[in-house]
């Protein structure tokens, strides 16, 4: 297959840290390449570079046999190097067609300062029949799903004539059905000779994608291998620099008393859960397909969304939650499924997240107590074994393993009591996974009730003791550690 890209040599450094250290990626015609690495690895940096968001320090870029210069995000567009992101960009009061279009949009022939709807609407029609979105193309692009929005960025893909796709944890919110879907696309594309560049954590899914692979970490360019020739174990072995054993370790706390019982917890968008509990020294798992009611479960318990009926009893004592201040006074933390718009405040350091949740504690008459926040801060950093430069490092810059610490800091500084976990590892790598499940362990032992929420069926199973089973806003089976197998919450929750 004929090589299409190749970066060779690219240099990347931020105030006092070097992102990328003389690395290497090559890409060819109709080839789907797998670039894997921890968080923090430099996948992200260079493809912020590669699409024009960066600019290296050093290296160069070949495209198509000629060194080029990218210097912004347009002229990327412009030669055919497209990006479908993880936290995927789209305007959400634009429709789909505009989306799909949008910065280069079809003029009128005669007045070419209009823009031409009728054709974007029907080119727009024909790209979403090709990739199996059954919705207009005049749907506003807010009232979609997240599945459905993901495919409208891969739909943008075709409509801009791609050469290269980059493909950014593409399955992060996509149920099975969908995956198969995406991957019946990633196949039209090869065909039609475009190359890929696919970033996944779900290492299951290069089985069926990918052709060759390459693996980053601290920066440093390790190795490339044809996919058919190496397997999961010297992949993982390769990212973390080790082997990675016992992914989901196994803790010392013994089932205690009940600390959590909901005896009714109903809202008006169908949410009816009834007779639940949680116990001293267990780890509740609660799994369910897309659309099942987990994320409503969650944020009802936790007063984000108004319930109608909120009977929960929490140590022996019946609470009132009407909103998530009355949540968090009762000591019930909740770190979302999506940490960098609802967990985190990206532009502030790590000492002002880790004391976000508690400042009438760090402060006397109005005015905060810097020195206490900083010491706190520090102790949380060490205990949780959070990778910073320092506790004045931006939240933003941190690796997702390490952002979901910061926010586990935050919720222990508020001495919460109970934490509830929507998808604790979406986005977060192999090695840092295993450093939330220890926590998840020390958590539990320490007396923490932790409750956690996932759609990864091999992680649902590996961190929790007993898991609850949603289907249509309602629990629908219960499992212990002992009996729980795939094939049995798959059943569950499709009934």
């Avoid at 599945?147 to 099975?176: C, F, G, H, W, Y």
């Avoid at 659309?291 to 022996?316: H, N, S």
Wanted: glycine fraction near 8%; hydrophobic fraction near 40%.
């Amino acid at each position: 297959m004929k090589e299409i890209l190749s970066m060779n040599g690219i240099v990347k450094e931020f105030p006092g840290v070097k992102a990328l250290k003389g690395v290497h990626l090559d890409l060819r015609e109709g080839e789907v390449h797998a670039l894997l690495g921890e968080n923090g690895a430099g996948k992200s940096t260079l493809m912020k570079i590669l699409t024009g968001s960066y600019q290296a320090e050093a290296g160069e870029i070949i495209y198509f046999g000629k060194q080029v210069e990218i210097d912004n995000p347009r002229k990327a567009q412009e030669m055919g190097i497209n990006i479908v992101h993880q936290e995927i960009n789209l305007m959400p009061d634009l429709t789909v067609a505009e989306n799909i279009f949008v910065g280069f949009e079809i003029r009128n022939k005669r007045f070419p300062f209009v823009f031409d709807f009728a054709k974007m609407n029907s080119q727009a029609a024909d790209i979403l029949q090709e990739i199996g979105l059954h919705v207009p193309p005049t749907t506003i692009t807010g009232k979609l799903s997240v599945a459905q929005r993901q495919m409208v960025a891969i739909a943008r893909m075709l409509a801009l004539n791609s050469k290269i796709v980059i493909l950014d944890e593409p399955t992060a919110a996509l149920a099975s059905a969908e995956v198969d879907t995406l991957f019946g696309i990633i196949d039209k594309l090869k065909k039609k000779g475009i190359g890929i560049i696919y970033i996944s954590h779900r290492l299951e899914e290069l089985d069926v994608v990918a052709d060759r692979v390459s693996v980053f970490r601290d920066g440093m360019y390790i190795t490339t291998k044809e996919y058919s020739q190496t397997n999961k174990e010297e992949l993982i072995a390769l990212m973390v620099g080790r082997k990675l054993e016992n992914q989901y370790p196994d803790h010392s706390a013994k089932k205690g008393k009940e600390i959590l019982k909901i005896n009714h917890l109903r809202t008006k968008q169908g949410l009816d859960v009834r007779n639940i509990s949680l116990h001293e020294g267990e780890i509740l798992g609660i799994y369910g397909l897309v659309g099942a009611g987990r994320t409503e479960f969650a944020r009802a318990l936790f007063g984000a969304d108004r319930a109608e009926t909120y009977d929960v009893i929490l140590r022996g004592k019946s609470i009132s939650v009407r909103n998530t201040a009355d949540a968090v006074k009762h000591g019930l933390g909740y770190l979302t499924e999506d940490r960098k718009k609802d967990g985190l405040a990206l532009g502030l350091d790590l000492e002002n997240n880790i004391s976000l949740a508690n400042l009438k504690g760090f402060s006397r008459q109005g005015i905060m107590n810097t020195r206490t926040c900083e010491a706190n801060a520090e102790e949380y950093i060490s205990k949780l074994k959070i990778v910073t430069p320092s506790i004045y490092q931006f939240a933003k810059y941190l690796s997702g393993g390490n952002q979901q610490k910061v926010i586990i800091a935050k919720w222990l500084t508020r001495n919460a009591s109970i934490l509830i976990f929507d998808e604790p590892t979406r986005g977060i790598d192999v090695g840092a996974r295993k450093e939330v499940y220890e926590l998840l362990n020390r958590l539990v032992e320490a007396g923490v009730g932790v409750i956690v929420i996932s759609s990864d069926l091999p992680e649902v199973i590996g961190v929790s003791d007993r898991i609850l089973v949603m289907h249509d806003f309602h629990f629908t089976g219960e499992l212990n550690k002992s009996e729980v197998t795939q094939e049995k919450l798959l059943k569950m929750a499709v009934e």
